[in-house]
């Protein structure tokens, strides 16, 4: 459709132009008409299944034709008639002929103007090109999806034919350690190593010659002679990124000043590349990170499911052989006392007295099952006694220090205390029977902070394995956006630490 409204507003243009200035055609309405054929065709083209993937080139081929059509019938129209008058018969021929010459000059005008340049640019800067056509196609490489070694070569090669350069050199590199990337000829790697004090200067500094390098990029220089030499420094947000080394042969021409800010711009133009680089690596970094924290949280989700279903087998399993039984066998001996209470009293008598004393032992098996459950004596008493109560009941010497802790929400004191009950069980299992142990629990720092230290032998972290205990611990503190860290030497003992943010609860 934008084709043929394209080519019919031309025509008629056009049409109308010949009307006034030639006379010609006498009836302009059936040529619109036939004109108007035109439509039709360009639905049909559209259509067409070998046409359409370039529909888009043709309408706009279309559009500038026509538009070039406008432009000179318009010109023709102002000069001629606003300026003039209409021509008579004798001059309506030239006219048509100088029209059609404007329009085919006007057409050939993009074509023979890349090729003039050319011409151009050959008698002006004999086989090289023009200075700044190195800025123009490394800026349309910027814009494709060109690996940046590749681009950078292609820098030094276009860099080295436009300027007729005998080498060019592309260093790249942060904090100061530059790296050869791209050399021509090639040279293969070589390190640079700026220091604290140069690295600012360079990075402000402009294109520099020989002169400043012998004082602040002295390396550069060996190998180099006397030849003409220019380095643009690469640097984005005063951040030295890497050097352009530009060198013609010894005795040849010095670099002009339109050389030296087509090198200021190309260094511009290279650092946006390379921060892009950055950029790119920054965020593929960050999501290589998400993805491991995301697979580390699925993993914990499933020990979490795990261990819980095992703490539920756990309790199942202790109720079944502990109080079940116990309950079992004093439901039995009930009704044998009730059946001696009539014949035997005394034996009657004597048997509740046993089954009293079974009942208090079934009781305090229920309470150490529900201590391992969760202790009445947190939820009542808090974290500090609840840590007291379990450092009273541990086999070796336990010191709990928790003065000025305070109260926290279920959670977070459930967690705090069974990741310090399970340090306390472990140091119990490793310390040693004369160890003593050291419970630690304070708030700092908008976080609630633990330790459980024992002086018994350590071990080496690197070699030994920390086990399915403390990967318990970290699955419980990390649920809550903890953390949680073990240190351990020979011969110095261990120390479990972990972190809980309050603000998390």
């Given at each position: 459709m934008g084709c043929a409204v394209a080519v019919l507003v031309g025509s008629a243009l056009v049409t109308i132009a010949l009307r006034l200035l030639v006379g010609w055609p006498r009836g302009g309405v059936p040529l619109l008409c036939a004109l108007?054929?035109?439509?039709?065709?360009?639905?049909?083209?559209?259509?067409?299944?070998?046409?359409?993937?370039?529909?888009?080139?043709?309408?706009?081929?279309?559009?500038?034709?026509?538009?070039?059509?406008?432009?000179?019938?318009?010109?023709?129209?102002?000069?001629?008639?606003?300026?003039?008058?209409?021509?008579d018969d004798s001059e309506?021929?030239?006219?048509?002929?100088?029209?059609?010459?404007?329009a085919l000059a006007a057409a050939l005008y993009l074509p023979a103007r890349a090729r003039l340049a050319r011409f151009a640019n050959?008698?002006?800067?004999?086989?090289?090109?023009?200075?700044?056509e190195v800025l123009r196609t490394f800026g349309s490489r910027l814009s494709r999806a060109i690996p940046l070694d590749e681009l950078l070569l292609q820098l030094a090669e276009s860099l080295r034919k436009t300027m007729a350069l005998a080498a060019v050199e592309v260093w790249t590199g942060t904090g100061g350690v530059l790296e050869r990337v791209v050399?021509?000829?090639?040279?293969?790697?070589?390190?640079?190593?700026?220091?604290?004090?140069?690295?600012?200067?360079?990075?402000?500094?402009?294109?520099?010659?020989?002169?400043?390098?012998?004082?602040w990029l002295p390396d550069l220089l060996e190998g180099r002679d006397d030849a003409p030499l220019r380095v643009a420094p690469v640097t984005s947000s005063g951040e030295l990124l890497g050097l352009i080394v530009a060198q013609r042969r010894a005795g040849g021409d010095q670099f002009t000043e339109e050389e030296e800010r087509v090198l200021t711009e190309l260094a511009r133009q290279v650092a946006l590349a390379l921060h892009n680089v950055q950029?790119?690596?920054?965020?593929?970094?960050?999501?290589?990170?998400?993805?491991?924290?995301?697979?580390?949280?699925?993993?914990?989700?499933?020990?979490?499911?795990?261990?819980?279903?095992?703490?539920?087998?756990?309790?199942?399993?202790?109720l079944h052989d502990g109080a079940q039984q116990h309950l079992v066998?004093?439901?039995?001996?009930?009704?044998?006392?009730?059946?001696?209470?009539e014949d035997d009293p005394a034996a009657a008598g004597s048997m509740l007295d046993q089954l009293s004393a079974q009942l208090k032992e079934t009781i305090q098996e229920l309470r150490n099952l529900a201590h391992g459950i969760y202790p009445p004596l947190l939820v009542d008493a808090g974290l500090a006694e609840a840590l007291r109560a379990a450092a009273n009941r541990s086999p070796l010497?336990?010191?709990?220090?928790?003065?000025?802790?305070?109260?926290?929400?279920?959670?977070?004191?459930?967690?705090?205390?069974?990741?310090?009950?399970?340090?306390?069980q472990n140091a119990g299992k490793h310390a040693g029977a004369g160890a003593t142990v050291t419970i630690r629990v304070r708030e700092e720092a908008g976080g609630l902070l633990f330790d459980v230290a024992d002086d018994g032998p350590?071990?080496?972290?690197?070699?030994?394995?920390?086990g399915q205990g403390f990967v318990n611990m970290a699955d419980r503190v990390g649920a809550i956006g903890g953390r949680l860290r073990v240190e351990s030497k020979p011969g110095e003992g261990t120390t479990i630490s972990g972190t809980i943010p309050l603000g998390t609860a």
């Open positions: 108007s054929v035109l439509v039709p065709a360009a639905f049909a083209a559209g259509a067409s299944p070998r046409l359409a993937p370039r529909a888009d080139r043709v309408l706009v081929a279309t559009v500038s034709l026509a538009g070039l059509c406008g432009v000179v019938v318009t010109t023709y129209l102002i000069v001629v008639i606003g300026l003039g008058r209409v021509p309506r021929n030239l006219l048509l002929l100088s029209m059609v010459a404007a050959s008698l002006v800067y004999g086989e090289r090109q023009a200075p700044d050399s021509l000829p090639e040279q293969g790697r070589a390190r640079l190593s700026l220091g604290s004090k140069e690295q600012p200067v360079v990075a402000r500094a402009g294109v520099s010659g020989p002169a400043w390098l012998a004082v950029l790119d690596s920054a965020l593929q970094a960050s999501l290589d990170e998400v993805r491991r924290q995301a697979d580390e949280l699925r993993a914990s989700r499933a020990r979490i499911v795990a261990t819980s279903d095992e703490a539920r087998r756990r309790i199942e399993r202790d066998a004093m439901a039995v001996g009930l009704r044998l006392a009730r059946d001696l209470a010497r336990a010191v709990v220090e928790a003065d000025g802790v305070g109260r926290y929400p279920a959670d977070l004191e459930a967690a705090a205390y069974f990741c310090c009950l399970e340090a306390l350590g071990f080496d972290t690197t070699t030994k394995g920390l």
